[in-house]
């Protein structure tokens, strides 16, 4: 594997394209102004324009706004389009208005039209280059069409028909199909209507599942009146997943997720993302401490307890977030959804039954190492049941309950199943030690 | 968006172009042996090869268990390579035998190079679809070749130049520099050399890194020699580090990550999956108990202790969560190496200290509602801070240290973190309570 280490000194133009994105971004953002211009000069439009496309959006947004304007408009223009309303998506408006008119206006159009569409919805992912035809068009014509176009429409495997005056979506057709046709067919005859295609305003992420489970290499975008505006290629909807893959990380770990990479961002960023959900849990798991003062009476009873306490809460947290976890990735992969809460729920009755036997077993031998009675060994071991079975049933209801509620359910799911366990968690093992104890 | 229900009938050929992945499968594996025979009948060998490359490789694999070995080896040509190989990897050795022998020698031969590999590993992942030319081959020449090669060697953007005898590799070639050049200018002098690239014992994460990061649309593999053994394409990439986020977050959550479907798995199976690490956690977690019997005189001297442990532990594992959610995903995006060590651990320091700050005047607050004494929300508002600061760091260095050891770091994050937190939080808890209460 090559591996080239960031010089200290300024990387030549051959080491540069070795350098991986991040090592890239922070060799290009740290050069003074004169030795940017110059690099910029010797490397020309189109090799910028690749340079560009491999760095974030954030990034590269950066970079041009050291270009003049007329640069930074050829630069775009070289760029697909998908990738450079990202970077003009990071821009000021009133920078990015200077630099789209410096801009071929066809162009210009088409970016303006793509950014009116907010960043995270279906019309944010599209791309406008791609090949329509009208209905009438014959194959031979089609596949002469299809030479003509530019580099980034000649990838994408599908042409799309539509119906010529309002761009009525009428059907898609495969570059196989039209091959193996007759070239004086109209690709009218060959599409396949109704295909499957997502609107404008959906979420992206909605859009990215799409394209994943019916394994498409693009798909149609068009709006209320099916009028075809975009597509969305197969590369962009896996960087939408993974993005949410990772989004989703962050959030079952408790954290907002961070814009920038770790390493350059800021003590004080990482406060911010961090605070509100430790003080969000900090609230919810107070009432823990209400609950031991409402037992201590209990607990000065029996002290041997106490002992059980984070045990017992823990483990009642490792479940609910196994539960619930398994449940957010099922769903984000679009496999299990709030209408199949009856068979979530049985199912996770049948396993947390047989976690919570092994569990009770384990607390009792436990409780029977730490040298306590017969009847508290009895209360911890039937509180690990149950504690279990509350735990999953909890963790099964609550994700499926947020996705209904159209909130993120990762949001929620991992530090605050526990939380919320932690607490019930208590009230059961107190009740259970009321019954079987018989304290007063 | 099209949506078409599952019908209770069996669908007709159209409808099952509109079912996304799960809905196919269960669709396809739900038919009886006559119906299934009938509807491959019916859709021909290509139609075929698309069904099943859009299905999980081992629903494909049971599908195609139900064919003639001729026709499974029909459809295994028309699929594409590093697809095919997935699925063949999924049947048993003798069936494998049987359609190999039944295909093209020629295509049996490539899939049974690439089932030597690891599943895992680079060459696992790569296919064997693309075009290589030596280095005398002309522009012109070169133009040619691509046309007539297959469709799946068309949309790699990159041509390969070997050494004729051994295929060194020696350089990579995009088709815009092909097309740019004069026709009759030997390939050989066009290539960019030292391209990025990987071995073939890599592992697929490692491959598809380096595709993600160099922003790359195919990346070659080679052995230790330096020979071109074929290539990964970018949306295998793409899927390879989406299979990983998944499995993070699954590990995350402290559960091994499901081969199948959630609603497919059985409960023993999820039990299974489970059990392994609620027991380690609980063994990990045990100690605790011994921890509170030590200070058992302390507990029932100052009753209030008890009511803030939940909270305090509560606290700490959650601080140690963000931390180490964040860090796992920065490191599976590289952007943070067991190397930062030193720099991640400057950064939590000064973070934790900011939320530690704050934790503190908000268990001071809560004790004060609590209404213990002074002495006492002087303890925990100290503990939350030492605790906060304590489990950042702790969960600043173990994934690094995982990492460097080659360990999955988020195997053990979360829930691992929190437990280890868990009980340390303790012993600080009781050491501040006896320093600053002199209790005995």
Known sequence: ?????????????????????????????????????????????????????????????????????????????????????????????????????????????????????????????????????????????????????????????YFYVVEPSARYLEGVLSLRELVLSPPNTPVGELVVRSPIKVHVEADQEEAALLLDQHNLRALPVVDDEDRLLGIITADDAAKVLLEEAHEDIERLGGSQPLEEPYLRTSIFHLFRKRIPWLLVLFVAQAYTGSVLRLYQDTLAEEVALIFFIPLLIGTGGNTGSQTATTLV??????????????????????????????????????????????????????????????????????????????????????????????????IIYFNIAHFLLSLK
């Open 1 to 157: 594997m090559e591996h080239t280490p960031i010089n200290a000194r300024v990387p030549d133009i051959e080491e540069l394209y070795t350098l991986p994105r991040e090592d890239l971004a922070t060799s290009l953002l740290d050069r003074d102004p004169a030795s940017l211009a110059n690099l910029f000069a010797q490397l020309g439009d189109e090799a910028l324009a690749d340079l560009f496309t491999k760095l974030d959006p954030s990034d590269a947004a950066h970079l041009i706004r050291k270009l003049s304007r007329a640069q930074a408009a050829q630069i775009l223009e070289e760029m697909e389009m998908d990738d450079a309303v990202d970077v003009v998506g990071e821009l000021e408006q009133k920078e990015a208005q200077g630099i789209l008119t410096a801009m071929h206006p066809f162009e210009a159009q088409n970016l303006r039209e793509l950014l009116s569409y907010p960043p995270d919805s279906a019309g944010g992912l599209m791309t406008t280059d791609f090949v329509a035809l009208s209905p009438s068009v014959l194959a031979g014509q089609a596949l002469i069409m299809l030479r003509e176009s530019g580099e980034q429409a000649r990838r994408i495997p």
């Open 329 to 426: 990735r099922s769903m984000s992969l679009g496999e299990v959804d709030p209408g199949d809460v009856l068979r979530v729920m049985a199912k996770e009755m049948g396993v947390s039954l047989m976690l919570g036997a092994v569990m009770c077993l384990a607390t009792i031998i436990r409780a029977w190492t730490l040298g306590v009675g017969i009847g508290i060994a009895q209360v911890v071991g039937i509180t690990a049941l149950c504690v279990v079975v509350w735990a999953a049933l909890v963790a099964a209801v609550l994700p499926l309950a947020l996705r209904k509620l159209r909130l993120d359910p990762a949001v929620i799911s991992g530090p605050f199943i526990t939380t919320l366990v932690d607490g019930t968690g208590l």
